[in-house]
DNA sequence: ATAGTGGTAGTTTTT
DNA sequence: CTACCACTAT
């Protein structure tokens, strides 16, 4: 493509193809979608706007728009689908290939973060990045945080400096909102103001050693791929010119760093649809507000606005307790859903004596409902916090129903985990400080101190090995041994990545049984990861696919056998985005849980809660369940929980049927 | 300089 | 309960 002059006049030619099918469409549109639907997809160029809420039919409505404009001569290769997970992206395109066959392949799909990865590793080189970078997932930028905060030796104070965990929340804030420190410190981190100086000083130290040892973290991501599409014209064009049809899913939950991506990756032809609900706004946490997608029209002008809002999920029973859920939303916008689907059985809402009844209660209810026909995997447990499930995980386990966990504590954040993939991380990017300081950490003898100093070595060499053979003392043995091992490993292209992992292992299994006791359950998850890297030819596509999408199955199921599909789902609401079951359980509606209490100091995070329940509540096709345990002592605020959820209190008592869970012979008492 | 011990504060949701 | 810090003994 030519150099253009400053400010050419552009004349578009319209791409005839796209707007006149040259052959029949396949199918008929008309026909399988609503009229509202319909409207949204037969959109073929400029911005649109879906409002969409729970169960309208948004996912049919991106489905068979992408399908629609394959159809109609539309090269799929220049269709982009932006969605939350995956694994959703997946779903969307296998049921797009059902419609309009194999050519589906071929559209770009997943997440903001997986395909800004891409981008950046083909494109960075013009903005300092090299294709083989390391994505840093939260541990390892807490990691990072402390060892930049040792460097610039922070001077004492008598007050509290913040955690690392808590200045990595600040860092990413600023990312995800675009605005510098000083703004969010003063805005959500007041107490923390005496602080400003420091912390200016520790993120600049943050930020330069990222960019020194191609580091790069989730928020980077977004934020260089922004840079990019700004900084390198023909990358812009390239790029905007390749994906010429963008589609996002939960619009809602995006932030302004990530609408502005958007803004530049369609910077040549402003097709984007987006499709959202801003009552299911949930990610305010992250930067996201439901006032982006108000804002969308203002961002692309011109927008088209289409709005869905009958629901095809829920029975009418449902749908009326998720209506009065959301009606005492102090902020909402116009729109009510109705259904077809008349009566349905009314929700539960299940008084317990205490954790355990409710985990009883939960457990023998499920066991019910399977022997009534529906399948284990057509019914979900929802919580607001991972840790709210525990009681009820041992309780199944004792009765043998075979789950999932979904959301929490992930199998790839475990200590062991962690140590093998650093080992993989600096063979693949021997700039990587923070994994290189981490795996020498393992090794007898070398503390802190040492570790610094060897790192700053071993970074400003070609040949690390030789370095680490240099060394004397107590930890010499460990060192040389590391040396031999990473030598027996070779370069990041020798071999495949199980082989390699078989290598790290190797050398590794000694300094794990020295660390842990459990050490037998741990070599099962190390040996679990080395099946999963069989998948992969090349250790940068393993150890970045690891990072932006992690298995999402928790510690404890790795070595379940059970088939995916006979499994019950535990999920956090937020896991539980996008999906449907026909009976769907929320647990732990108990004010202080749900709301959890750290929402009660402001307004927004409480609304906020309220539209979680609303996502949560919407999960349900048929029967829901809404449980709340009373007298139950609650460490974190030292108090007795027995009230339920606040966001019950305007739900009229005809919505619901009231419960109370008693054991056998008990007497019965209600409050 | 490192390893091990004991005390204490904070404790959600995700890519 | 756990991760993080400060302190002490090697």
Known sequence: MDTLKPDPKVYVLKRSSADTPIRPLSRDYAQELNPQQLAAVEVVNGPSLVIAGAGSGKTRVLVYRVARLIDMGVDPSSILLLTFTRKAAQEM????????????????????????????????????????????????????????????????????????????DMFSKCSNTLQPLDNVLLNEYSHFGDFLDNLTKL??????????????????????????????????????????????????????????????LAATHDNVMVVGDDSQSIYAFRGATFRNIMEFPTLFPGTQIF????????????????????????????????????????????????ENPQSRFVAQKILELREEGVPLSDMAVLFRSSFHAFDLEVELTKRDVPFIKRGGFKFIETAHVKDLLAHLRVIHNPLDSVSWNRLLLLIEGVGPKKAKDLVAQLVATDTPSAVLREGSGRSAFGLRNLAAALDAVGHADDGSPPDQINQVLEYYFPILKDQ????????RDLEHLQGMAERYHSLEEFLADLTLEPPDESVLDVDAPDRDDERLVLSTIHSAKGLEWRSVF????????????????????????????????TR????????????????????????????????????????????????????
């Open 93 to 168: 395109l296998g049921r797009v290939g059902m419609l309009i066959g194999p050519q589906s392949d071929r559209v770009m799909g997943g997440t903001f973060h997986s395909v800004a990865n891409i981008l950046l590793r083909r494109f960075g080189r013009t903005i300092g990045l090299e294709p083989g970078f390391t994505i840093l997932d939260r541990g390892d930028s807490e990691d990072l945080v402390g060892l930049v905060r040792g460097q610039i030796g922070l001077v004492e104070t008598n007050k509290r400096f913040p955690r690392k965990r808590t200045i990595v």
């Open 203 to 264: 993120q600049e130290g943050y930020n330069s050693t990222k960019r020194q040892r191609q580091l790069v973290d989730y928020d980077d991501l977004l934020l260089r791929l922004r840079e990019l599409l700004i900084a390198d014209e023909s990358a812009r064009r390239m790029i905007s010119e390749t994906y010429r049809y963008i589609l996002v899913d939960e619009y809602q939950d995006t932030n302004r760093l990530q609408a502005e991506v958007v803004r530049n």
């Open 307 to 354: 709005k869905l809002e009958e629901n095809y999920r829920s029975t009418q029973s449902v749908l009326g307790l998720a209506n009065a859920v959301i009606e005492g939303a102090t902020e909402k916008y116009s729109k009510t859903l109705f259904t077809n689907k008349e009566g349905g059985e009314r929700p539960a809402l299940v008084q317990a004596m205490g």
């Open 516 to 523: 842990y006791d459990d050490y037998p359950k741990r070599i």
């Open 586 to 617: 929320v647990i732990w509606l108990v004010d202080g849980r749900f709301p959890s209490s750290y929402s009660f100091t402001s307004d927004e995070e409480l609304e906020e809660e309220r539209r979680l329940l609303y996502v949560a509540v």
């Open 620 to 671: 349900a096709k048929q029967h829901l369940y809404l449980t709340f345990p009373v007298n139950v002592y609650d460490k974190a605020t030292g108090s007795i929980l027995s009230k339920p959820s606040r966001f019950l209190d305007d739900v009229s008592t005809d919505l619901v049927d009231a419960w109370s869970v008693v054991d056998e012979g008990e007497p019965y008492h209600w409050g």
